[in-house]
C-alpha cells in the first residue's frame, strides 16, 4: 500500500509569516503551485497558505449595519467574525492571511488515509512531517498521481 513518503514531493517551497502577500502570489505562479507550508525562522512548520486564501482577499463583503424589523432599524454590532474577516482581506503579509491550525500526516499515513483526511476536512495540501521537521508536501495531483500509478 502506498504511504505519504511514496507520493509527496520532497523539494517543498515554503514561506516565512513576514512573507508579503504580493510576493507569495509570484511565487505561486512561478513554481506553479497552489500553495506552501509557512515556517518560521528557524524551519518550524507555523501555517500553511494557499491560493484560496489570495482568492479571498478579493471577494466582495458586505458587512451589514443595520437590521430592518417592521419599520424600525436596528444597529449590528459587529462581530469577531466579520473584524477577522475584514483584516483578512486588507493583509499585506503571508502571517495575517495563512492558516495556523494545520492538519498534518507523517511518512508512514497510507493514501487512503490521507485521501480522507482531505476530504472530510475540505483540504487540498498536507504537509508531511517526521516529528517536528517539513518532509514533504500532498497536494491533490500527487494523490491522483498515485492512484493512477502515473508519474
Partial sequence: MLKARDIMKKNV????????VEELGRLLIEKDISGAPVTDKS???VG?????????????????????????????????????EIRRMAASTVGEICTRDVITVDEDT???EIASVMVDKKIHLLPVLRGDDLVGIIGKRDIIRGTTGAS
Avoid: C, M, W, Y
Wanted: aromatic share 4%.
Fill in 13 to 20: 517551497t515554503t514561506v516565512t509569516p513576514e512573507t508579503s
Fill in 43 to 45: 524551519g518550524r512548520l
Fill in 48 to 84: 500553511i497558505v494557499t491560493e484560496n486564501d489570495l482568492i479571498s482577499q478579493n471577494k466582495q463583503f458586505h458587512i451589514p449595519t443595520v437590521l430592518r424589523i417592521f419599520d424600525a432599524l436596528i444597529p449590528l454590532d459587529t462581530d469577531s467574525k466579520v473584524e477577522a
Fill in 110 to 112: 497510507s493514501l487512503p
